[in-house]
């Protein structure tokens, strides 16, 4: 009988040499005689596991963990693809407290199924929400949508449903649903997870958006920085489209809709919507006026849903389960789950979906196990580059866009950057200044402008020269960019660079005084 | 670490084996690119694939074919940050240089890179080995710090140790 072996194929994995171990696994099984298939899945997304290697046996899938190419020929040899025991058996991988503690709705299917298997897709519970979304209204769609409380996982946490009635009722003889992968929250990889892992569910969700409002065309927009996101795409929309799932009559209606993967180059602020729909027009990734918003008047001009991966990969959900199902979870207004992403130096890093209203310090502390470092926890960066850093004193904040707003921070994509005590807080908020600057559009001053100078006023903070009076110019600039910027980039960045001076202030006092140089 | 072929999507791959200019290899692959909707970067990336760069006798050809003018053109080159004017080294490294790789120790990696490369980051060699540039997130944060080499990804790529492996490779 052929042993079926999981590998994930997930760049988090690949990264740390997952192909090396399936090309050593299968001459291995070749040498030894054993009939085995090796199936390339994503990644469950608990990361300093990687590679991890899973073999089906009667009791389930057995993990084994951080299985690297030189390791393989003994693990045969002890018995490995009979689940046998040995000091990297990590039982089944979704008894771990990481994974048994969270709540995988968007993220069910990643790290256990073929990417590439639409029957794999269908046989856990795949399909079912496009099924039933041809049997509805496309306002009846729209109003399950708004009944779940999904809002945009992209960042600015807009109700979903609400963007998509805009769409609706918008007339046009072409309307699109674009969707927006380009993810450059450093701390974030769920998008890259999903579309590595299930991209059928974005396509599924991508679809059901068109169907809903009434597009018949769609751009999956990813960032050049991730190449196995983008062969996955591309390989799923082609299975995708000889299967009937898009083109004409999908899903057995009489709907019509097909999609295209675009890559683009290298611009963070191409993640700002309109910006986006810019550079896929073929421009530069200067920042639009809105309104009119994208919904009315969006890509070439035309009614145009614009959604982050995670929100539209977590529609199929919503329509196979319906509306309650999903706001079922949550707190507040934050309903649903959340694909929360825990990085940096954090022992238990990875991907870890659970509903609104865990604590920072559950999410720290408890899933994540403090640094990986072992040495203290000083400060949590959360919600990407323009997020705020919270000190251990706000680690009772629960994870909702209103808790985190109230206390002068974000959720954003769901990214949390943890930190231990090495960090000089003023060399952060000279970095959220710098990459301010490099990734300015350049359309509106204080973003462009204020951000150059918030680095060098940072820089003679750090060499200690006339402390007090610089940090006074980088409060009025931060406030200056706050109220003078067109978007997020130049708006949010006095997040990072105010929380870090008013929660960490000794940071930026260590140097030894001096007199002003100029 | 070995080299991966890329490609597949029109993407921009760092591999070495560029060809020279040829304004006919260029016009094949505008007119093979141009009747896509928004085909500016789709074409900008099979260019880059191809030549390893963007170079500015393509701008005009460009421009002439989607009916835009060359400044527009240029303007688009040179505001995304992964399109090149010339062609990079002989090894590409892209070194993250972002929050949760800098909270995993990147600092003292790309220092210890720079040293071991002779360069600053952001910059070709003299010898034309090796482009070294910082990137802002590869998406692999929780296994940080992270590069791509030749289009190849590495992760948990530690000061000293990691960063003599990656000089290495970047030297042969
Ligand atoms: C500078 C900047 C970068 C952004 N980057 C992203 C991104 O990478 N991915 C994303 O989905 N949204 C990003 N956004 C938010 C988008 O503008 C937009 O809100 C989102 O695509 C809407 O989708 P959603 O409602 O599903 O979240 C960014 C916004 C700004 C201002
Ligand atoms: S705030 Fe910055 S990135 Fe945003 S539109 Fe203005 S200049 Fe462009
Ligand atoms: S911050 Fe380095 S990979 Fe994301």
């Known amino acids: 009988m052929t042993i079926r072996v999981f590998i994930p194929g997930d760049a988090g994995a690949v990264a740390v040499g997952a192909d090396e171990v399936a090309a050593a696994l299968a001459e291995e099984a070749r040498a030894a005689g054993i009939d085995i298939a090796i199936i390339r899945t994503g990644s469950r997304g608990l990361f300093p596991l990687e590679p991890l290697l899973e073999v089906e046996t009667p009791e389930g899938r057995i993990g084994y963990a951080t299985v690297y190419p030189r390791d393989v020929k003994a693990l045969v040899a002890a018995g490995m693809l009979a689940g046998a025991p040995h000091e990297k058996r990590i039982g089944r991988p979704e008894e771990l407290p990481f994974f048994k503690r969270q709540t995988r709705l968007t993220f069910a299917r990643c790290g256990i199924t073929d990417p590439l298997s639409l029957d794999d897709y269908r046989a856990h519970g795949g399909m079912k929400g496009i099924e039933r979304a041809v049997s509805l209204t496309g306002t009846a769609i729209i109003e399950e949508l708004v009944a779940s409380g999904l809002r945009g996982r992209g960042g600015a946490g807009f109700p979903t449903g609400i963007k998509w009635r805009t769409v609706a009722a918008t007339a046009a003889p072409q309307k699109y649903v674009v969707c927006n992968a380009d993810e450059g929250d450093s701390g974030t990889f769920a998008d890259r997870m999903l579309m590595e892992g299930d991209p059928f569910a974005l396509i599924e969700g991508m679809a059901i958006a068109g169907i809903a409002v009434g597009a018949t065309r769609g751009y999956v927009y990813i960032r050049s920085e991730y190449p196995h996101a983008v062969a996955a795409m591309e390989k799923a929309v082609a299975i995708a489209r000889g299967a009937g799932l898009l083109g004409h009559g999908i899903a057995g209606s009489a709907h019509a809709f097909d999609m295209e993967v675009r890559v683009g180059a290298g611009a963070y602020v191409c993640g700002e919507e309109t910006s986006l729909l810019e550079s896929l027009e073929g421009r530069r990734g200067i920042v639009r006026a809105k309104p009119p918003l994208p919904a009315i008047s969006g890509l070439f001009g035309k009614p145009t849903v614009i959604n982050n991966v995670l929100s539209l990969a977590t529609v199929p959900f919503i329509l196979a389960e319906g509306a309650r199902a999903y706001a079922d979870f949550g707190m507040g207004r934050s309903r649903g789950t959340m694909p929360i992403q825990l990085a940096g130096n954090v022992k238990n890093g990875g991907l870890f979906e659970t509903a609104f209203g865990i604590t920072l310090g559950e999410l ?155 | 670490m070995a080299l991966k072929p890329r490609g597949e999507s029109g993407k921009t791959p760092d591999v070495t084996d560029h060809q020279p200019w040829s304004a006919e290899t260029a016009r094949a692959i505008i007119a093979a690119n141009a009747g896509r909707e928004g085909a500016t970067l789709p074409i900008l990336h099979a260019l880059q694939e191809t030549f390893g760069c963007v170079p500015e006798a393509a701008e005009p050809l460009v421009a002439e074919a989607l009916n835009l003018s060359r400044a527009e053109i240029h303007g688009v080159v040179t505001f995304y940050h992964d399109f090149r004017r010339t062609p990079p080294g002989r090894h590409v490294l892209k070194l993250c240089r972002a929050e949760a790789c800098q909270a995993r120790g990147g600092d003292a990696l790309a220092a210890d890179v720079e040293r071991g490369l002779g360069i600053p980051i952001n910059s070709t060699s003299a010898d034309g080995r090796v482009t070294f540039e910082a990137v802002y997130c590869l998406g692999l944060c929780a296994s940080g710090p992270a590069i791509m080499i030749d289009g190849k990804l590495v992760a948990r790529v530690d000061a000293g140790e990691g960063a003599a492996r990656v000089v290495e490779a970047c030297s042969r």
């Open chain 1, 364 to 518: 720290v502390d408890d899933v994540g196990g403090g640094t990986e470092s072992g040495r203290p926890v000083r400060a949590v960066q959360v919600g990407g580059p323009l997020g705020a850093y919270f000190p251990r004193a706000l680690f009772d904040t629960p994870f909702d866009y209103e808790s985190f707003a109230a206390r002068d921070g974000l959720i954003g994509h769901g990214g949390v950057v943890v930190f231990d005590d090495t960090v000089d807080m003023a060399r952060q908020a000279r970095f959220a200044m710098e990459f301010c600057a490099i990734e300015s559009c350049g359309k509106c001053t204080p973003c462009r402008i204020g951000s150059t100078r918030g680095v060098e006023t940072l820089d003679r903070v750090i060499a200690g020269r006339d402390v007090e009076r610089n940090l006074a110019i980088v409060e009025d600039l931060c406030h200056t960019m706050k109220f003078g910027s067109l978007c997020a980039l130049g708006g949010f960045t006095p997040y990072p660079v105010m929380s870090a001076l008013t929660h960490f202030p000794d940071d930026f006092r260590r140097a030894p005084a001096r007199e002003a140089a100029e």
